[in-house]
Structures are given as C-alpha cells and as structure tokens.
C-alpha cells in the first residue's frame, strides 16, 4: 500500500505542426515500519523483527500510455531469537533496489497491458512462503475485464525479483526462469472467487542447488466488508495443490488450506493473521532453495514467487509444523 502525492503537472510545448502532447507527472512515495513475530505452534516467542521500508518513485502518464518507476529499500531495525534459534542465519529484509519499471497501455477496450519490472500478486498469493515477500518479476501481464463481474489475467514472467538481499551486501537476489500465470475471477455480492494456475520455472546458474520447478492449482475467495467508519475487515479462504513439473517429475501433490484476516484502521494500521494447514506428503524446501522429497505431512511448502509482506526473524528448517501462526502489525505513512 503506498500513498499518491497529488502533484500533477501539464507540459504542453510541442514543435510547430505537432498535435499537444499532455504529460502528468505524479512523485510516489510510501514508507512502511512493521513488526513481525512468527510460531509454530504458540506466539509469545521471542522469534521477532522489526522492519523499515521505504519506496520513492515517480509515475508518468499521456493518454493511453503510462510509465511507473519505484524504488525499494528495506532495512532490519531489531531482530531477536530463542536459544533455539539462536547462530541460525535471518531472512534478511535488507535490500536497495529497483521494484518496478513499466510501461501500460489502456487502448485496447477493457484490457491493460503492462511490460516490465511489475508486482503480479495473482490470488493474493501471500499463503505460499515467506522467502520472496513482495517479489517482483519482470513479466509481460495481460489484465481483461470485458464482461460485468468476469476479469481475467494472465502473465509469463523471465526473471523474479526478491526483496531479499543476497548473502552479503543490500543487493537483491535475481533468478531468471520461463514462468507462465493465469487466473480467473468472478465478482459478486459477497467477495470474489478466484481460480488459478502457474507453471514455475525458476533456476539460479551460480547455486545448482536453487531450483523452484513446479505447477500450482488452486481456488480462493476473499471479500472485505465496512464494519466502522474509518475499519475494514479483509477476509480470505483458499484452496491449493501443488505437484512437479515436466523439467521436475517429483511425485507426491501437497494440499495447502488456509484461512487468514486483515483489519484495516483507516490509512495508518493494519493487523493481520494467517492460519495455514498442510496436508499430504509433497514437495519440500529448505528457504526455497533446496528441492527434496517430503515423505511426511510436517514438510511441504509452496515458494511460487509470493506477494507476502511479511518476513521471519530467523531462517526456515524442513521440519515445520503441520500449522503455524504469524502476527503482522505495520504502520503505513
């Protein structure tokens, strides 16, 4: 969530014989300061960080055609640890880089058309991993809406993003990769309905052991209803399988429930929680960078290249729970 300064300014100096050409110019700006606290089973653990962000940026615009630039730096304020915890390396939030650059075109009816540095975000797919909260891929993204309450989207991507630095230094981890996303929404009364389908392909040359290579299917609904003036309460429930892909014949087919809330207070605050439940035997990696087998139900995790905001203090093992819960409470200014 960033907020829109209102400047807008008109430039209007064509050459001789030259139709106007009207160019607004609108400055981004968002900062962000959030906690984190992370459980497996209980929260009240001293596993907690606190992160702030900022991302200037600059939006231009002429008719049909927009371009968008935005910046990204993230820097760990405070983070705490366990004795159990405790030597094991961070997911490290710091990070200085380019978040988006793209170019839209609105001309075609009821169609937008993006090129570049892009968030997707396709099913609010903040269920599937911590490891690349608020990635950005660069992506070509096809966005449809020519039918009242029908919207359709589609996306194939050839590079990720993280907002993760790499091992040392606030520099960002990219991976190159043949990624394809479609998805389907119904809108209604009550919220919307989603169904959706990626193919992952995401390989890093220089750690052999990097390898996101999988197909994800899945439904959600999610809907938000007024329940105060300046409150808005977010709800969501959805439904995912995981399974190989061609490049990967893994067996096995994890099944992700989850069932998650967000309370929005006005433009300031923001709480959220998640309940996430994993069934079945699958696929299993280590912070999303090593591939294995899961023959128990307690591993299992889907890194597609998520849009999650949030961070855990201290790096992810296999052996997770079969639930876990997370607190995310953040200031947006």
């Known amino acids: 969530m960033r907020r829109l300064l209102a400047l807008s300014l008109l430039a209007s100096a064509p050459p001789l014989g030259a139709q106007p050409i009207d160019l607004h110019i609108a400055p981004l ?132 993003s993280s907002q993760w630095a790499a091992a040392e230094g606030p520099l960002p981890a990219t991976v190159p990769g043949e990624n394809l996303f479609a998805q389907l929404n119904w809108t209604n009364g009550f919220g919307t309905f989603s169904g959706y389908a990626y193919q992952i392909d995401q390989r890093n040359l220089a750690d052999s052991q990097f390898r996101l290579l999988n197909q994800i299917y899945g439904a959600r609904f999610a809907g938000s209803r007024r329940v105060g003036e300046d409150i808005r309460l977010n709800y969501a429930m959805g439904y995912v399988r995981q399974t190989g892909s061609v490049a990967n014949a893994a067996g096995g087919a994890p099944t992700y429930w989850q069932i998650g809330s967000r309370l929005d207070l006005g433009e300031l605050g923001a709480t959220q929680t998640s309940y996430r439940r994993f069934a079945a035997n699958g696929i299993s990696t280590l912070n999303g960078n090593t591939l294995s087998l899961a023959t128990s139900a307690t591993k299992g995790r889907m890194t597609l290249g998520a849009t999650y905001n949030d961070f855990r203090p201290v790096e992810d093992t296999n052996a997770i729970s079969t639930r876990d819960i997370r607190i995310s409470l953040g200031l947006i200014f």
């Open 29 to 160: 700006f968002g900062t962000e300061l959030r906690y984190e606290q992370y459980a497996a089973d209980r929260l009240a653990g001293a596993n907690d960080a606190i992160l702030f962000r900022a991302r200037p940026g600059v939006s231009l615009s002429s008719g049909l055609w927009s371009i968008e630039a935005v910046g990204d730096a993230a820097v760990e304020a405070r983070r705490t640890e366990t004795s159990a915890t405790a030597g094991r390396v961070p997911i490290r939030p710091d990070a200085v880089q380019l978040g988006e650059l793209k170019l839209e075109y609105r001309g075609l009816p009821a169609t937008q058309i993006s090129v570049g540095r892009q968030h997707l975000g396709m099913a609010s797919a903040s269920f599937t991993g911590d490891r690349d909260g608020d990635q950005t891929f660069d992506a070509a993204r096809l966005r449809w809406s020519g039918l009242p309450g029908l919207s359709a989207d589609l996306a194939y991507a050839w590079s990720s």
